[in-house]
């Protein structure tokens, strides 16, 4: 059963980091994309970044590019994303998803499992 699971999330300062963590579990994400999303209040959920696990090619959304970065830990499964120059507008619930095939994925219906996510909140 696969499970990814979040964490690293909290409360912030305005232009403060955090490094949220994705475990993942069980299966093989060779030929997985890895992505990360968030959802703030009455909105609508967003994609951040996506990772290819097995050759790494990254994409980033334009309202992060050049503040957050995602990476993975082949030998740990484990995706990161390092969120830095923190926004209060960046604060939401951030989740991590997993989509068969890639290598660039940004459609959440095309990510087939989803972790519970964890919060960021960013303080003015």
């Known amino acids: 059963q696969v499970q990814l699971v979040e964490s690293g999330g909290g409360l912030v300062q305005a232009g403060g980091s955090l490094r949220l963590s994705c475990a993942a579990s069980?299966?093989?994400?060779?030929?997985?994309?890895m992505g990360w999303f968030r959802q703030a209040p009455g909105k609508e959920r967003e994609f951040l970044a996506t990772?290819?696990?097995?050759?790494?090619?990254?994409y980033y959304a334009g309202s992060v590019k050049g503040r957050f970065t995602i990476s993975r830990d082949n030998a740990k499964n484990v995706v990161y994303l390092q969120t830095n120059r923190l926004k209060p507008e960046d604060t939401a619930v951030y989740f991590c998803?997993?989509?068969?095939?890639?290598?660039?994925?940004?459609?959440?219906?095309?990510?087939?499992?989803w972790g519970r996510g964890t919060q960021v909140t960013v303080s003015s």
């Open positions: 990772i290819s696990w097995s050759v790494g090619s990254t």
């Open positions: 998803a997993a989509a068969r095939g890639g290598p660039i994925v940004v459609v959440p219906t095309e990510y087939a499992y």
């Open positions: 069980g299966r093989t994400f060779s030929n997985y994309a």
